[in-house]
């Protein structure tokens, strides 16, 4: 038994010395970071795309793509835990929070809720100019609902409303990338005009995708929190 | 620029001490504070490093969507760890 331990030891440490020292023989693109990638990114994104924030250019620009399959991943995610959690929802329908917060906490969480909706949407909406994005105001306004209901015991969001607002900007992210290939050729070209550098509405479409995304993460991560929440055991 | 490099340092250990915690805790609610702790911690490392991106998103999701929804499961199963082996007695018991 000791033996066969020391046998699996030893063979796992020279297979993890093969493995590092082939590691280390790879390049992983080391000469393009000395051309500079990086100086490409940061020199051509504020003059070309007239974006100051390059992370938000790159991923909601050059990289659209995969925003909208990160987005997608998110949707299903939330959509397999609520199908998951729907049984005990229906049954029930209560919460498993059933008492209030003390007066102090309702009051100072009703008091918190619009700032904290507000910082959201100022994130997701500045999203070209300042760091942040869609994804982080969304997951902001969905912190805020989830102060208020764990505030309140009778607080409730619809459903309805949240699949509605989350359907709706899905589309909306869809039908940008589509207009895009009707105007320039590819999914989710830039066919709109960049405006200059530092104003609100430039840029070209990453506003729009990231008001879009906005919505559409803090739509999902609020029914999640919900359904949790209403889940009784 | 040496206070700079004590500060990262310090933070690290925090973090590593943190998750040292919450491994080792039993009270799951504490262990889920830890790893909250190394959100944080994180997100102010990423701040240090100069990408408030990253560090908006830890921030947000790493210490308060994680943890909350920790804490919601641990509400709704057991609290400790081996309370689920507490309830049924063990083979070794029976014996």
């Known amino acids: 038994m000791k033996m066969k331990k020391i046998l699996v030891i030893s063979l796992l440490a020279v297979f993890g010395v093969y493995l590092t020292e082939a590691l280390f023989k790879l390049d992983f693109g080391r000469q393009f970071f000395q051309q500079g990638v990086k100086d490409f990114y940061l020199v051509t994104t504020p003059m070309k795309l007239q974006v100051a924030n390059v992370v938000t250019a790159i991923v909601v620009n050059f990289r659209g793509f995969d925003t909208l399959g990160e987005v997608t991943v998110l949707f299903l995610a939330t959509t397999a835990m609520g199908s998951i959690l729907y049984k005990g929802r229906h049954q029930l329908g209560e919460r498993a929070v059933l008492f209030s917060g003390s007066r102090i906490v309702t009051t100072g969480s009703r008091l918190l809720f619009p700032a904290i909706i507000l910082l959201g949407a100022y994130v997701f909406i500045h999203g070209h100019l300042t760091p942040g994005g869609g994804f982080q105001g969304g997951v902001i306004i969905a912190t805020g609902f989830l102060l208020m209901l764990m505030a309140y015991a009778d607080y409730s969001v619809s459903h309805i409303v949240l699949s509605v607002v989350e359907s709706l900007a899905g589309i909306t992210f869809a039908t940008i990338g589509l207009l895009g290939m009707l105007h320039g050729g590819s999914f989710l070209q830039d066919f709109l005009p960049n405006g200059s550098l530092n104003d609100l509405l430039s840029g070209g479409i990453i506003p729009i995708i990231y008001i879009a995304v906005g919505f559409k993460v803090g739509a999902e991560l609020t029914g999640l929190i919900y359904t949790a929440l209403n889940e009784k055991d | ?95």
């Open chain 2, 1 to 95: 620029m040496i206070y700079y490099l004590i500060l990262i340092f310090f933070l690290l250990l925090l973090m590593i001490g943190a998750a040292i915690y919450s491994i080792v805790q039993k009270d799951l609610l504490y262990a889920v504070i830890g790893t909250g702790l190394i959100s944080l911690v994180l997100s102010v490392l990423f701040l240090l490093l100069q990408a408030p991106d990253v560090a908006l998103t830890e921030a947000a999701i790493g210490v308060a969507l994680t943890t909350i929804i920790f804490i919601i499961t641990i509400r709704n199963t057991v609290r400790f760890e081996d309370e689920v082996y507490q309830k049924k007695p063990s083979k070794t018991e029976a014996k």
